[in-house]
């Protein structure tokens, strides 16, 4: 094989590929339709024609079939007239017309049952087009259910790819990983300005505060749901009863000058009450 064929023959392999790959089979079915359709139109034609000519047959026979009856009728007519001659005569003409009618009547014949079949192909031609119009929309309704599942199927493929979803994870550990950077060069900078004694304060101070334990007990004395028992013990120091004093410290009490401390006038008269009792 020359260069020039194997040329030709892969030429006319990529014509075919890309006609194969072009065509659309709603619209190839469509066509073939269209096509099938001109061919039932143009067979009822034809048949129309032959109906015409069968029918044109059969009423030159029908003629002839006439003549030869009025032909006869005449013969008889001269034999009732005697005169035999003229009988002769018409009956001659009787015999033509019998011949051509005898023609006639053959293509006639011939002619219906050509007529017949065409109607009988004619008939089929048109079941098999009702068959295929049938077959078309089962077939348009096989490749859209087949393209559904093919959109379904890339959207799945779609979906299955984590490329988006790795990116994010990956965005997630820079950002994480500058955070941690941004803290560490903070705690260095405050490492190396040497203001580390104020922070240590401001954590004694912040851990100093009262314990869950107290801010619990603090929020049901205030909605009232802690029993006496559990009352928190009180922070300010009560002044001691006369009764747990001792006779040494009552003395050293009534002793006791307070004309050096600057009382107020109830303080004062408080004082001397006490004094006198």
Known sequence: ??????????????????????????????????????????????????????????????????????????????????????????LVRKQEHDQIGAQFQQQWIAQKQAVD????????LNNKIEEAKRK????????????AHQQIASTMQGLGDTTAFDTFDRMSQRIDLLEAEAEASSELASE?????????????????????????AELKAKMGM?????APETKQLEAPSASSLSEEDLKELEDLDLSSFDLGEDESTAGKAGKTQ
């Open 226 to 230: 802690l029993k006496p028992a559990e």
């Open 1 to 90: 094989m020359g260069i020039f064929s194997r040329l030709g023959t892969l030429i006319k392999s990529n014509i075919n590929d890309l006609i194969t790959k072009a065509e659309d089979p709603e619209k190839m079915l469509n066509q073939v339709l269209l096509e099938m359709q001109q061919q039932l139109v143009d067979a009822k034609k034809r048949v129309a024609v032959a109906i015409a000519d069968e029918k044109k047959l059969q009423k030159q026979y029908n003629s002839e079939v006439d003549k030869s009856k009025e032909w006869e009728r005449k013969a008889m007519v001269a034999v009732r007239a005697g005169n035999d001659e003229l009988a002769r005569q018409a």
């Open 192 to 216: 190396l300005s040497g203001d580390t004694l104020e922070s240590q304060f401001l954590q004694l101070e912040s851990g100093g505060q009262g314990t869950d334990e107290d801010a619990l």
């Open 117 to 124: 079949k065409l109607k009988d192909a004619l008939r089929l």
């Open 136 to 147: 078309k929309n089962i077939l348009i309704a096989r490749k859209k259910r087949a393209e």
